[in-house]
């Protein structure tokens, strides 16, 4: 646990196994909000459409009048809290699922990023279940446990300390400088226009 | 193509070639000649008699000499050319003349009626001949231009079949495809990176944070573990 000391600029060693910045884990969120939205809608339209081709509709709702059980299911089936609660689950089941097995959900497949214990180990259940529990802890003050990511050292939010887990680069990481000098160039271009217009403005 | 020989095919296309290459040929020197406008100001070119003490008291160009002479000469002896043909024109229009004034009379007198209405059979003939050509021309130019475009369609679209089946090219087109998506992804990923360090750095100094950089290094056995991972996870495909 040695300090880098080299400076960000002349670093070019390798961040394999380093913690992982905000953004990437930001981008592979939205990754896989994007994954599970469309599995959500695109299931959603299967069953509905299959239903209506098959007539399994009309089917249920015959049988129901005939027998009381089905009756209650086709109630609890087709209530909206149930379809709310299913995509609960699945979302929860996601995340935690992909966490268990592989460390990664497939937003953070492509972008490189694996969910570890503190030691650097797979993650077990309970951690992973803490782990998503945490989600909300970190994104009910206006998402400030998300952006502790920040200025933490160790880059973890605060589901990562609830659950002793931290995001780590598992690729070959290293920064493009050239997608740096051309960021820091477009800022403090910006910075020097909003400059000049409130000199301007100043002076009218 | 019924009752027509092969060797008839033959010919409508290579006529029909003829034909359409030189029709693209022409099309193409014309939208040349388009792209390279002349105008007054840069003419070098041999137009009109008065640009004749221009050009001689013009500066010697830069390109080689001898293309410029030889381009020179092509024109000029095209020139010529068309000076003897006008001359050979104006020369057998006044044979023409003297031979109607001097044998006319002769030729037109009733005792060569019999001789005259043979020869105005065998000119009414030859019309006939000739006219029968163009009409023949006419119709297989049409129809030669349409079998070449449609062999030629019909060759572009087999190649293309044939290219589509090839295993070679399906190989070739889905590395290709499969590259690009792992340099999008690369691309991607240190563009994150890069975002991640920026973005950082700012935010910690302006909570008077140490710099990323001063900070210890996770422990080696994190690193360790991530390395062993990455080589399962990714294998090659995504190692440098």
Known sequence: MTASSIHPLNDRRSKLGHYAGFVSRLIAFMLDTGIISITIIFTSWFLTASLNLLQGGAIIHSLAKSFPLIEKAEFFLTHPVTHGVATVVFVVMYYIFFWVTIGQTPGKYILGLRVVSSNGKRLKLFQAVLRYLGYYLSGLPFGLGFFWILIDDQRRGWHDRLADTCVIYVWDARPDERFLVRLMTEILHRRETLKDLLHRQKQS | ?240
């Open chain 2, 1 to 240: 193509m019924s009752g027509d020989s092969g060797w008839r095919s033959a010919t409508r296309l290579i006529v029909g070639a003829l034909l359409t290459g030189y029709d693209g040929l022409t099309q193409r020197v014309s939208n040349w000649e388009q792209k390279v406008p002349l105008s007054a100001a840069d003419a070098g070119s041999y137009n009109q008699e008065a640009d004749k003490p221009q050009l001689a008291e013009a500066e010697p160009l830069p390109e080689p000499r001898l293309q410029h002479m030889l381009v020179g000469l092509f024109f000029k002896a095209e020139e010529q050319v068309e000076t003897y043909l006008n001359t050979a024109e104006r020369a057998s229009r006044l044979v023409g003349k003297l031979a109607d004034l001097t044998i006319g009379p002769l030729y037109r007198s009733r005792w060569l009626s019999p001789l005259r209405r043979n020869v105005d059979w065998f000119a009414d003939r030859g019309q006939k001949v000739v006219n029968e050509w163009i009409r023949l021309g006419q119709a297989e130019s049409h129809r030669s231009r349409e079998l070449v475009k449609t062999a030629l369609n019909e060759q572009v679209d087999n190649a293309i079949d044939q290219l589509a089946a090839n295993e070679k090219v399906q190989e070739l087109v889905q590395s290709q495809s499969a590259g690009l998506v792992d340099e999008l992804i690369e691309e991607t990923r240190e563009r994150t990176v890069s975002a991640d360090d920026f973005l950082e750095a700012i935010v910690r100094s302006l909570f008077r944070r140490q710099p990323r950089w001063k900070l210890p290094e996770p422990p080696q056995e994190m690193i360790a573990q991530a390395e062993k991972q990455h080589r399962q996870l990714y294998g090659r495909s995504l190692h440098k």
